[in-house]
């Protein structure tokens, strides 16, 4: 998914992000495909880095309830390459 240089950087950032939320398990297809997006989407390093703070600190969250409840989910990102 590569953009054009005008593509405005929320757009970048709001697909990724949604790619990003749609992984859930550790599949190796979608996380090199969220790793090809990010090489492919450089000049929109800073927005993708900024999906990616918040979606860490936002499972963080979610892992420390779980784990709270007794229940310890699995969740991956990909690692940033931007």
């Known amino acids: 998914m590569s953009y054009p240089q005008e593509e405005h950087p929320a757009s970048v950032a709001e697909d990724y992000q949604e790619a990003l ?7 190796r297809f979608e996380i090199n495909n969220l790793t090809l997006i990010a090489r ?6 800073h927005a ?5 703070q918040n979606h860490i ?17 699995l ?6 390459t931007v």
Request: charged content about 25%; hydrophobic content about 30%.
């Open 21 to 27: 939320e749609g992984l859930t398990m550790n599949s």
């Open 40 to 45: 492919e989407n450089t000049e929109h390093a």
């Open 48 to 52: 993708i880095s900024e999906i990616v």
């Open 57 to 73: 600190k936002k499972v963080g969250l979610q892992q420390n309830r779980e784990r709270s409840k007794g229940r310890v989910g």
């Open 75 to 80: 969740v991956c990102l990909p690692a940033p």
